[in-house]
T-cell receptor, first 112, second 111 residues
Framework: EPEVTQTPSHQVTQMGQEVILRCVPI?????FYWYRQILGQKVEFLVS????????KSEIFDDQFSVERPDGSNFTLKIRSTKLEDSAMYFC??????????FGQGTRLTVV | SQQGEEDPQALSIQEGENATMNCSYK?????LQWYRQNSGRGLVHLIL?????REKHSGRLRVTLDTSKKSSSLLITASRAADTASYFC???????????FGKGTRLHILP
């Protein structure tokens, strides 16, 4: 079964530092997503990306966040100046926009 | 707004018993997936059922989909301690490209 790969699995960063979370979506998928889950809470939508631009974003996805597809395979989420409340699991997902969608295993971000 | 809503929110059963979790959704979907998440860990994809399928099996897992009722169920047979986790349904909606997650059912298997 194809899979979405996320790296690193765990990232610890100092408050105020920039972090980049990386995702390799499934190769023939066209839609990409980032979700966040604060420990013990529900999975929240952050942003969707299609055709090299953001197609939808939530109110959580403020100016501190950005997404990029720097090459043909990676999809990244950047947090410019991390805050303590950014500590969460971040999940990447990709879909063909029609039938299938899969999530990665997640990156645990800990801001100290 | 959340599309998928699982129930029950929490479920405790004895090891060896069957566990049934339900998920309801509001609008048309292309498929529905179930994921498992151990506490504080990542998502593990369990099973995908397409909108034209009614039932699917994978090992001890059985998923049903009733598009007329906009609901799905996940049955875990002969539960084991290792099945203790949260279980989420997620659906890819027809009309846009968003994947919607439910809030999850916390399953606890008692020894």
């Amino acid at each position: 079964e194809p899979e979405v790969t996320q790296t690193p699995s765990h990232q610890v960063t100092q408050m105020g530092q920039e972090v980049i979370l990386r995702c390799v979506p499934i190769s023939n998928h066209l839609y990409f997503y980032w979700y966040r889950q604060i420990l013990g809470q529900k999975v929240e939508f952050l942003v969707s990306f299609y055709n090299n631009e953001i197609s939808e974003k939530s109110e959580i996805f403020d100016d501190q966040f950005s997404v990029e597809r720097p090459d043909g395979s990676n999809f990244t989420l950047k947090i410019r100046s991390t805050k303590l409340e950014d500590s969460a699991m971040y999940f990447c997902a990709s879909s063909d926009g029609v039938v299938e969608a899969f999530f990665g295993q997640g990156t645990r971000l800990t801001v100290v | 707004s959340q599309q998928g809503e699982e129930d029950p929110q929490a479920l405790s059963i004895q090891e060896g018993e069957n566990a049934t979790m339900n998920c309801s959704y509001k609008t048309s979907i292309n498929n529905l997936q179930w994921y498992r998440q151990n506490s504080g860990r990542g998502l593990v994809h369990l099973i995908l059922i397409r909108s034209n399928e009614r039932e699917k099996h994978s090992g001890r897992l059985r998923v049903t989909l009733d598009t007329s009722k906009k609901s799905s169920s996940l049955l875990i047979t002969a539960s084991r301690a290792a099945d203790t986790a949260s279980y989420f349904c997620a659906s890819l909606m027809n009309r846009d490209d968003k994947i919607i997650f439910g809030k999850g059912t916390r399953l606890h298997i008692l020894p």
